[in-house]
């Protein structure tokens, strides 16, 4: 018999077997972004930071995620019999790592002056490059070139931030009580597992398989690079930065500052062993990349005393002497990914404009399981993470002890799940947005928590325009919230809050100068917002500085502690290279050719709950339905595809799933990270992803970091064949991306179903047609957490007879071409996938709900860019005039929502009932929250 059996701390039940572009060329009138002195004036000195490190486990942060389990085996076989196999038991381990800070004496702080131009695409000056100094760049705004031929995606100018941010005596803090506090492995969340060990091990004791299956040379291009076999030391005493960047660019990989804005024929894994890697510049970091450290011991980057270069590692970097050009395009930086990593900027003076990581991304990516070590001293000019501008995106489990700034950012929307700010003057400083969502956030002994640049209601004067933050924990911190400027009655940017807790905080809200909105103390805040709310089918909006409606949080979607679930991306470092299965040592041949079909299915009916399957770099294509069994456990390489393809995906009226995650009826886990689903066009009867596994173990059947991406790339047949305002037939993507079936449950943790606009390994708009993006009738528990979906034809999220939901933060665009056609065509109504009537509904919606209960959706990002390809449209927001729709009988909670192009932004039972024109906030509009 198969006992049931425990695999990275879940129960296992064993069973048998854009084209956003914004042109850079030359052909383009750019304007110009100067800065005056770009960055903070100093902090007062003080005395020299006093630290002790210890190794205990008494101080462990509390871990509301699954417990970290290792894997402990003599026998590399994996035992079955004829009900499934059997592992051994499993012991809980923890290795903290704790350091004892005192937070210096400091002075308040002020702010520089930002010059800005009103329209255009934004450049950093040549002075501000040249001399490396780190850039408040601005987002980039509504660009409609004399030149361009295609249509342009818009994005808002920067506010000029003249305030005095940091004037409020309130700020000053003479002294702060010794906080204890646990270093990288004892966040919040205890990385439960990790891959970038596994990984290192499988390649050098077996002869490495991946590959880039459309690359021109595929035998020969190196996916999987390991930095030392480039030179690298790992010493601390070494400057390994040349040996790392040959590691990265070698191949003639997509990156330099050349002519290659994105492609996905060189992607790579560059690993790091651990040891302690010194930089005296920046690690530019090139297309498709995923740069993964040791997890069971994180290397550490330590910039050297003589550092010089805008942060440790760069991920759009600014091309020297190019009048602020970048690389890559912000709002296209897809596909790259951060983790396992101890950043150290201390050995750099405290004065210097020292970064960790500059990150300008937009979707697919993630950083997590990063500890950034900054200076404590006063006046230190350190920060986590510099971001100005992009689309993103997702990070989590992140650490920041010190600095000036935990993180400063800028981008249009991003999803941030467990961070940690200690000893920082100000935690998280926000520049702009159009929405943010934070889930899990802890400050111990800063001056601020959250300083926001509010105030900004017109695209020329883009600010913060939406803060989401839910189960914060914050201690000995004088200002949890400081906006820059009084709301005054009306909306200047839009907070909600909950279920946040104040440990000696005595300003929960605040604004410059010193105004209290809300009063703070040692007391816990469980909803309140600031913002336009609305109820019903009424069309008023009602301006709250206030406690509002409570969300209804279905208990199986929280923690023992009350809080929104959330899990780490498991990364198996633990693991044996025994407990491994290669899927091309078992016949795939991932050459995107080759029919992989028959031996994938084979590798997984025979080992899916006794070995964890991991995909070799490469693209798989399939002829038939996939089904992964409950009790799998997949790992991709730079995410590896599995492309669907052929005659069993071509009828739109039949329906078929490209992969199936369980049987129908299945129960256990399944767990699907770093993968890549595809199809290889045409294919309108494809379901990308069926998902029909159900755990009973909470948050036991996950997918993180992995994607749905449709057409516009190599070897999907959906390219230039598919050009702009195209109605071919051979343009179908697929029928639907992702099914949650009424039986399953899932926890999804940045995904991005995507229906390219833009071909990623060429220049050309597209047309391409996907009819559904995200359908789920899950009975729940489901979490969506920092999803997206973009582009399919009559709605990018749909919930039908669903429960128990947590959606935070969605994002979604409405195709470009549309209303011509107006949906659902291509496609027609299929009752059987229960799809909303779309009479005097020409444009998708971007969520759809029908007789659903207990949503809470908590940030949402929803665009109208274009109708049928042409921009004019916004200007009076009429690209869309309806984007969400919610039945008379749903019960949800809907919280931070921000439109663009929208003439009303929610309607009940398809009638507009709140109006965009109500909610100007930047180029953006916002509600705070509306009821019933």
């Known amino acids: 018999m198969c006992d049931d059996h425990v695999l990275s701390g879940l129960v296992v039940h064993c069973h048998k077997a854009k084209w956003h572009q914004f042109f850079r060329s030359s052909h383009s009138k750019l304007l110009k972004l100067s800065f005056a002195n770009p960055f903070l004036d100093a902090l007062g000195h003080s005395d020299a930071q006093q630290s002790r490190r210890y190794t205990s486990s008494n101080h462990l942060v509390r871990d509301s995620g699954l417990k970290k389990r290792v894997v402990s085996t003599s026998d590399s076989r994996c035992p079955r019999s004829s009900h499934g196999c059997t592992i051994p038991s499993l012991s809980r381990t923890v290795i903290p790592n704790v350091t004892v800070v005192r937070l210096p004496h400091t002075k308040p702080l002020n702010i520089w002056n930002l010059k800005f131009a009103q329209l255009g695409h934004y450049r950093a000056s040549d002075d501000v490059i040249a001399n490396r100094t780190h850039m408040s760049q601005t987002p980039r705004g509504l660009m409609l070139s004399e030149s361009a031929t295609r249509p342009t995606r818009p994005r808002p100018p920067q506010a000029n931030l003249t305030t005095p941010r940091f004037a409020s005596s309130a700020t000053s803090i003479t002294s702060k009580p010794t906080l204890v506090f646990a270093r990288l492995m004892a966040s919040q969340h205890p990385v439960t597992s990790r891959l970038g060990s596994k990984i290192s091990s499988l390649f050098h004791r077996v002869d490495p398989k991946g590959i880039s299956a459309f690359n021109a040379n595929p035998a020969s291009y190196q996916v999987f690079r390991n930095v030392k076999d480039f030179g690298a030391k790992g010493d601390g005493v070494t400057d390994d930065t040349v040996a790392i960047n040959n590691a990265m660019s070698s191949g003639g990989r997509c990156g330099g500052g050349g002519n290659c804005d994105s492609s996905t024929l060189t992607p790579a894994i560059v690993y790091f062993p651990q040891g302690t890697y010194k930089l005296t510049a920046p690690i530019n970091t090139y297309y498709y990349t995923q740069i993964i450290g040791d997890a069971r011991k994180p290397p550490t980057l330590l910039a050297a005393s003589n550092f010089v270069g805008m942060a440790v590692i760069d991920a759009d970097p600014y091309i020297p002497g190019g009048s602020g050009s970048q690389w890559f395009i912000n709002q296209n ?380 790339a190599a070897g ?98 409405t195709p470009y071409y549309q209303p011509t056609p107006a949906a659902p065509a291509p496609f027609t109504i299929n009752t059987s996938f229960h799809d909303p009537s779309m009479a005097g509904q020409p444009s998708a919606w971007a969520l759809d709900v029908q007789n659903s209960h207990n949503i809470f959706v908590f940030g949402a990002g929803l665009y109208s860019f274009f ?61 705070t929250t509306w009821t019933r």
């Open 333 to 712: 930086n897809f596909f790259r990914s951060v983790r396992n990593f101890v950043i150290d900027l201390r050995q750099m003076p405290a004065s210097a404009q020292a970064t960790g990581l500059h990150w300008q991304v937009s979707q697919a990516t993630s950083l997590m399981n990063i500890v950034v070590e900054m200076s404590t001293a006063a006046g230190n000019n350190h920060q986590g993470i510099f971001m100005e501008n992009g689309s993103g995106g997702f990070m989590g489990d992140l650490v920041f002890n010190g600095g000036k700034f935990g993180i400063w950012v800028g981008n249009q929307q991003f999803t941030v799940r467990n961070i940690t700010v200690n000893n920082a003057d100000t935690a998280i400083f926000g520049v702009w947005n159009w929405g943010w969502t934070f889930q899990g956030v802890t400050i111990n002994n800063c001056q601020v928590g959250f300083d926001l640049t509010t105030g900004g209601t017109s695209q020329a004067s883009q600010t913060v325009g939406a803060e989401a933050i839910i189960d914060a924990v914050v201690t000995n911190t004088p200002i949890f919230i400081r906006n820059s400027v009084p709301s005054s009655g009306s909306l200047k940017g839009s907070l909600v809050l909950n279920n946040i807790r104040l440990n000696n905080v005595p300003t929960a809200v605040g604004v410059v100068g010193g105004q209290v909105v809300l009063a703070g103390g040692t007391t816990t805040i469980d909803t309140w917002g600031q913002g336009n709310v609305f109820s019903g089918t009424s069309s008023g909006a009602r301006f709250v500085q206030g406690s509002i409606a409570a969300p209804t949080k279905a208990g199986s979607l929280l923690d023992g502690s009350g809080r929104i679930f959330g899990r780490t991306h498991p990364q198996y470092e633990n693991y044996a290279v025994s407990q491994f299965v290669s899927v091309k040592s078992q016949g795939a041949k991932g050459d995107g050719h080759s029919d992989d079909t028959a031996a994938i299915q084979a590798v997984f009916d025979k080992f899916a709950g006794c070995k964890i399957i991991f995909f070799d770099a490469g693209t798989y294509l399939v002829s038939n339905t996939i089904t992964i069994p409950a009790g799998a456990q997949i790992v991709g390489e730079a995410w590896s595809t599995i492309m669907g393809g052929g005659s069993a995906f071509s009828d739109m009226n039949n329906p078929v799933p490209v992969v199936r995650v369980g049987a129908s009826g299945s129960s256990g886990i399944v767990e699907i990270t770093d993968m890549l689903f595809a199809t290889k066009g045409p294919a309108p009867g494809a379901i990308v992803l069926e998902w029909n596994v159900n755990s009973p173990t909470q948050g036991g059947a996950g997918m993180w970091d992995s994607h749905i991406r449709l057409g516009g």
């Open 716 to 813: 999907t047949n959906l390219q230039t064949n598919c050009p702009s305002g195209s109605d071919s037939t051979s343009c179908f993507a697929a029928f639907l991306g992702l099914h949650l079936t009424t039986q399953s449950n899932a926890y999804l943790e940045g995904t991005w179903v995507w229906l390219a606009d833009h071909d990623l390994d060429g220049t050309e708009q597209l047309t391409l047609f996907s009819g559904r993006g995200i359908l789920s009738e899950s009975q729940g528990p489901v979490w969506l957490i920092g999803t997206g979906s973009e582009h399919h034809t009559l709605y990018q999220y749909s919930l039908v007879n669903a429960q128990d939901h947590y959606l935070g933060l969605i994002q979604t665009e």
């Open 867 to 927: 109708q049928s390809f042409s921009q004019s449209c916004l200007a009076g927001d009429t690209c869309q005039d309806q984007i969400i729709n919610i039945d008379s009988g749903s019960t949800i909670s809907i919280y931070s929502v921000s439109t663009v192009g929208l003439t009303h932004q929610l309607s009940v039972n398809s009638q507009g009932v709140i109006p965009a024109s109500a909610n100007p906030n930047g180029l953006q509009a916002t509600f």
